[in-house]
């Protein structure tokens, strides 16, 4: 178990797209416990393999703490047409917030540890989580997408 350090938006690895994972080996477990320990560390809600500069579709997920998603080779097969503006951060973009549109619910399908597939059904928090993080693994950030990022002075009165 190890400590990760996570990239930020200046890093170009976060920008590449990550290969899918065709066998779950010893590396890809290490990998899923040591992102596990990074995000527990950072206080986030959800970590992307290229955050920590490892180009592979994995995604861990941590919105209610104590109930981990670990999605190996996650992909989006449903979501709802509701849009809703939600305040987002990212943990590779520090300090920052903005507000970004994304559906109110959405349906993934994605692999465990044990090479088993599962749906998850997520709404609001989690559906936004889910959205944000297998973006990551296509090179995309929240900021690409956001309405608009938050201004210093809204920041400081969020109290972040
Ligand atoms: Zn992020």
Sequence with gaps: ?????????????LRGISRSVDAITPRIITLLDDMKDTLHKAN??????????VLRRVVIIETEAGKLY????????EKSEEIQHELEGCLSVPGRWGITERPKKVKVKA?????NYYTLEGTDLLAIAICHELDHLDG???????IRMLTKEEIEELGE
Excluded: F, S
């Design 1 to 13: 178990m190890a400590i990760l350090k996570i990239l930020t938006d200046k890093e170009p690895a």
């Design 70 to 77: 670990e999605m190996i080779n996650p992909v989006i097969i």
């Design 44 to 53: 986030g809600v959800g970590l992307a393999a290229p955050q920590v500069g």
């Design 140 to 146: 995309i950030l929240y900021t690409d997408k956001a």
């Design 111 to 115: 692999m465990d540890r044990n090479g």
